[in-house]
């Protein structure tokens, strides 16, 4: 019986646990799961494997952004040593996410303009704080809670800006840069990001266990980021301060991409599932009125 309570006494609650409603945003399966060898790859900080196609597709933009004119597909598979037929099918991946545009007469490429909105990112976030202020002081306002936006910088997590309620908590978060599978700033973004960006986060920082509830295994990662995309918002369950709790969502830029999450932290209680099934709300709106502004 002791050993029942013990462990019921550290569950940790997940979306599912605090509403059995979905997200509008289909994206469930975006990160289906994990590639073979993805796991081991993630727990080696040193690994110096590289990816194939990646390189290639990497090339072929260093090609496309150094040429003076627009490039027919023969003059770029000679100019980076690829097959004709490996050379049409990675500019047609690049194409279609934005990175290499096309002329249909004559048939030639050029750099598309995803590659400077990716490149514009990091000062747009900047910009972030500005946007989002408001709409931090007004949830911090209406929860009485600690109000966070982040964002990641490279494969560490930072804390943009931090407004605070009336009860609000202000626990020091100097060790967030490695918390990223701890908090629900974090995990918030790590669930939309691509595979190879949440095995670099985790090969840089691995899993350190703050608490006993910190997830610590990669397994237990991929399981709880695929209830956020599920559910769309993350919950922090004494998962980085053993006496707080936290629920969060993502931001979105204009063209959809993730640039950073608001969440909300508050002292743990008995019954937390009830107060964070109205906080996620909270969150959700102010998510959605702060992404609307990036746009």
Not at 73 to 91: E, Y
Not at 93 to 114: E, I, S
Not at 147 to 160: G, I, N, Q, S
Not at 194 to 206: K, M, N, Q, T, Y
Request: glycine letters at 6%; proline letters at 4%.
């Amino acid at each position: 019986m002791a050993q029942d309570i013990e462990i019921a006494s550290a569950h940790r609650l997940e979306p599912a646990d605090i509403t059995a409603d979905r997200t509008k945003v289909s994206m469930e399966d975006a990160h289906a799961p994990v590639a073979p060898g993805w796991e081991a790859a993630a727990e080696k900080p040193g690994d110096q494997t590289t990816v194939q196609a990646v390189d290639r597709a990497i090339n072929l933009i260093e090609v496309l952004a150094e040429a003076k004119q627009e490039l027919r597909l023969q003059d770029i598979a000679r100019m980076t040593g690829l097959k004709v037929s490996t050379c049409h099918h990675l500019l047609n991946t690049l194409l279609r996410r934005g990175y290499v545009a096309k002329l249909d007469k004559p048939r030639a490429y050029f750099l598309g303009p995803r590659l400077s909105e990716v490149a514009s990112m990091r000062g747009a976030r900047f910009d972030l704080v500005r946007a989002a202020r408001p709409f931090l002081e007004k949830l911090a306002e209406e929860t009485g809670a600690t109000v966070r936006l982040a964002a990641f910088e490279d494969t560490d997590l930072a804390v943009l800006c931090e407004v605070t309620g009336r009860a609000a908590l202000r626990p020091e978060r100097s060790e967030i840069v490695s918390a990223a599978h701890a908090t629900a700033l974090g995990k918030a973004i790590l669930a939309w990001l691509p595979e190879p960006e949440i095995a670099r986060v985790v090969a840089d920082h691995g899993l350190p266990g703050f608490t006993e509830r910190t997830i610590t295994s990669l397994g237990e990662l991929v399981e709880s980021l695929r209830q956020i995309r599920r559910h769309g918002f993350a919950v922090e369950d004494r998962e980085f301060r053993e006496r707080e709790v936290a629920v969060a969502c993502v931001i979105r830029e204009k063209a959809g991409a993730v640039i950073g999450s608001v969440g909300v932290a508050l002292s743990a209680s008995d019954d937390d599932a009830p107060q964070l099934q109205r906080l996620q709300l909270q969150v959700n709106k102010a998510a959605r009125e702060i992404s609307s502004v990036c746009r």
